[in-house]
């Protein structure tokens, strides 16, 4: 898009669906590298993803070519088929319906890229529960208990 400039930083978070569903720790990395490929395949930036095993988290660079829904429905499902495809976890593997976005100014970049980084280190000392909802509550988000994620704590 000629003539056009913007600087958007977009921290998604989203979560698998099913308490059998979790990705075990040895492809969770053949995960972020795929779903890498699928974010830059979409014109967008890969700043930083962690796949946890009932979670993940990307930062990204947001181009103004595609609606951000859009970007996260088209990651969540050609993932969730190459999870299936790959046997990377259960056969039935989902990522539960809904995600949450959330936007930071260039400043905040190093120190949110340090924070989805150390997630392994981040949940010894709180659940994927206790963290979501404190980033709903960080940004001053209203929202409904019984449309969150279902949590496997």
Not at 7 to 18: C, D, L, M, N, T
Not at 87 to 99: D, K, P, T, V, Y
Not at 134 to 150: A, G, H, T
Request: with cysteine.
């Amino acid at each position: 898009m000629a003539n056009t400039y913007t600087q958007i930083h977009i921290h998604i978070v989203f979560a698998v669906k099913g308490k059998t569903n979790r990705i075990p720790p040895e492809n969770t990395d053949r995960v972020s590298k795929y779903i890498t490929g699928i974010v830059q395949e979409k014109g967008q930036k890969m700043i930083v993803i962690k796949c946890m095993h009932d979670h993940l988290h990307l930062l990204i660079g947001q181009r103004p070519n595609i609606a951000l829904s859009d970007l996260v429905r088209d990651i969540k499902s050609c993932s969730s088929a190459f999870i299936k495809r790959e046997h990377l976890a259960s056969q039935s593997f989902s990522w539960q319906e809904g995600f949450g976005a959330f936007s930071y100014a260039k400043s905040d970049i190093p120190v949110v890229a340090r924070y989805i980084e150390n997630q392994e280190e981040h949940h010894k000392r709180r659940s994927f529960r206790e963290e979501y909802l404190n980033i709903l509550r960080k940004f001053e988000i209203d929202y409904d208990p019984q449309y969150v994620f279902e949590w496997y704590d």
